[in-house]
């Protein structure tokens, strides 16, 4: 029996957002399905909502996945599609505080610890959705755009997994959309740090911050705020970092949140 909050799911509509099927690492793919199928990619669950009358998975598709053909799983069938090539950016970040760029051995047990902790809340997928449409939590130019290949101190590390905002320090940040905090923290390169999970799957991050003003456990309305900007962490100045994952992988925000896109910057 299929459980209620992924009935419920199914009654969300699309018809109003302006979501776009981009078959991209850190892309989205839209793939129709039928009603009980219930989609995996990759052994983790998948939002399912409605659109034009039509149930489609909302598939995010990891940054680090490399371009091919790969299968969305379902009860019964595996529907096939194809993940293109996307180039991004280089960045190229210069940091005077070294043990940002190499962790001493203290520092990488942290990382370690806050890295599990981190995964099992993006892992997650429970509670029922309410909203996929996600508003601007903070506005200001846009300081680094999603996806950039980095280089700390001119060594590589992994692509951006969100967008950077620019804003004071002490700037009132919002939620994006309605949802449970699912975690709060101060990590090592996050610094301070909030995740709401909305349900099914889809969470959004909100890094760097000064204030935290939210608990775990606390319920959130969209717009409701829940902290302010900062500079913690591994930064070069005051920015939120938000990012947007869904199925545990870190998708472009801009998919979800147009406002991002008439943003300076982008």
Known sequence: ????????ALSLSLTSHALTDSRVPGGVALIEVTEDEQPRFRDQPVLTVLRDGQHVAVVGIPLSLKPGNYYLETVNRRIPF?????????QRIYLDNTRQVNPNPLDLERIKKEAT??????????GSLDQIELILPVEGPISSPFGKRRFFNDQPRRPHSGTDIAAPIGTPLQAA???RIALVGDFFFN???????????????????????VSEGDQVSQGQRIGTVGATGRVTGPHLHFGVIINGASVDPALFVDAINRLPGN
């Open 191 to 213: 610094g301070r740090l909030v995740i709401i999970d909305h349900g099914e799957g889809l969470k959004t991050m909100y890094n760097h911050m000064d204030q935290i003003e």
């Open 82 to 90: 194809e993940v293109t090539g996307k180039r991004y950016l280089e």
């Open 177 to 179: 959309a309605a949802g």
């Open 1 to 8: 029996m299929r459980s209620l909050f992924f009935i419920f």
């Open 117 to 126: 902790r981190q995964r099992g809340v993006l892992n997650a997928h429970n």
